[in-house]
């Protein structure tokens, strides 16, 4: 049972313009919401993240979106820039709980 | 922010073999955790290893195939026992870092033959 979903494995975006990832999640439990970038032979770095309180937040190019009625985020990455070539993973947890869901990972491609 | 490092970083090992995976943290941090990424898989959690206690295992992860030690505050070991192809991954160890962000360290990529 694959709790938290990103349906698309792959995305190519030209320099300048946004990149979206989308992710979906089914446990209506979970209220705080991660994003993760990961490069070849690295580990996952934090990106972003957000409480199931808030609609959006903001970091520089990254922005989060959460719709909770959906149970659907996505990350917006504008303008997007050739490094930000990388998988990232979606993950999600609540409250007083250890552990964080990882979604399978979107490959995002920025072709300059 | 912490940093980590895991040794070794890559490996192969043969059928039957155990490897044992080492994870370095630079500050004290409470809550250590082990992941498996399989080829095209996401990461899935092993085990949290809390020092001075057990290792809290997850579902489908037991004892016995995966040992897991956390001596102190800044280190922890996870043994892959008597390994097969399947168990060809990478394994991450992370630390718990703020409210429910983690950094992780670079990872270990085992291929068993």
């Known amino acids: 049972d694959q709790q938290v979903k990103q349906n698309s494995p792959s995305l190519s975006v030209q320099e300048g313009r946004i990149s979206i990832l989308n992710c979906d999640y089914t446990?209506?439990?979970?209220?705080?919401f991660l994003w993760y970038k990961k490069y070849p032979a690295e580990g996952p770095t934090f990106l972003i993240s957000?409480?199931?309180?808030?609609d959006k937040n903001e970091d520089g190019r990254f922005t989060v979106f959460l719709n909770k009625s959906a149970k659907h985020l996505s990350l917006h990455i504008v303008p997007s820039q050739p490094g930000d070539s990388a998988v990232y993973f979606c993950?999600?947890?609540?409250?007083?709980?250890?552990?964080?869901?990882f979604g399978p990972g979107t490959s995002l491609s920025v072709i300059p | 922010s912490a940093v980590i490092s895991q040794k070794p970083s890559r490996d192969i090992c043969q059928r039957g073999t155990s490897l044992t995976i080492q994870c370095q943290v630079d500050?004290?941090?409470?809550?250590m955790f082990w992941y498996r990424q399989q080829p095209g898989q996401s990461l899935t959690l092993i085990a949290t290893?809390?020092?001075?206690?057990?290792?809290?295992?997850e579902s489908g992860f037991v004892i016995d195939k995966f040992p897991i030690s956390r001596p102190n505050l800044t280190f922890s070991t996870l043994t892959v026992s008597n390994m097969s192809p399947e168990d060809s991954s990478i394994y991450l160890c992370?630390?718990?870092?703020?409210?429910?962000?983690?950094?992780f360290g670079p990872g270990t990529r085992l291929t068993v033959t």
């Open positions: 290893a809390n020092q001075g206690s057990e290792a809290t295992y």
């Open positions: 993950a999600a947890t609540k409250t007083s709980y250890d552990k964080v869901i």
């Open positions: 992370s630390v718990l870092a703020g409210t429910y962000e983690q950094y």
């Open positions: 500050s004290q941090v409470t809550m």
């Open positions: 446990n209506s439990m979970f209220d705080y």
């Open positions: 957000i409480s199931s309180i808030k």
